[in-house]
């Protein structure tokens, strides 16, 4: 099995228990070297890190999401530099969001993905940009805004924090905000049953704050929050 996630260096890292190999001697490796049991770095070297960036304020990776079909396939996401793609393991890198609305998805800080394993749909975010719950249905090219032309987009913010996708329920999804709900009240979260094509809101039952993770328990009708 493969282990794919981005780790507190801001690099994005493969564990990797069935492979063979050495221990690469130089860092990066223009194509990882995979060793029994070790922790190899497989980050995009096209994706800058520069800090300066931005206004100084470019974080380098900010998301990892693994094709819950073919571990082969990883997707990251970026600080205004995009979604990239690997088929190869991370050996090597490509540049996804290359079709319809991919300014939208540069613009910000895409810092949560996740994949529907039922219908192998993507959805991101674009934080401090053109944010908004984002979908893409081909891999990563083109993607679709479902949410900021929502009504409740108008009532609440579209600064998304987490998106989760239902291991059990296709086209079922959660997202919660990184912002206030009406300026200063205390957001909640939203849902979709139908792959982003309506949102139901929830509201706070407690002080939640904003920024909160979110998961699906043992079953579509229980949420960790």
Known sequence: WITVQLANDGKIWRYDESSTGTIPTSTPAPTPTLAPRIWQEISPQQVSEDPTLFNNSNYGFSSVAVD??????????????????STDAGATWAKADTGTNSTAIDSGRNWTM?????????????????????????????????????????????YIS?????????????????????????????????????????????NWGWGSVISFGGDSNTWIL
């Open 114 to 158: 996740a994949i529907d394993p039922a219908t192998d749909a993507i959805y991101t975010n674009t934080g401090y940009g053109q944010d908004s719950i984002w979908k893409s249905t081909d891999g990563g090219v083109n993607w679709i805004d479902t949410y900021s032309s929502n009504l409740l987009a108008k009532t609440t913010t579209s």
């Open 162 to 206: 987490k998106i989760v996708v239902d291991p059990y329920k296709a086209n079922h999804i959660l997202a919660t905000f990184h912002y206030w709900w009406n300026g200063n009240g205390d957001p909640g979260l939203v849902e979709s049953t139908d792959g982003g094509n309506t949102w139901v809101m929830h509201n706070s039952t407690g």
């Open 68 to 85: 819950p079909k073919n571990p082969s396939i990883i997707y990251v996401g970026t600080c205004q530099q995009g979604i990239w793609k």
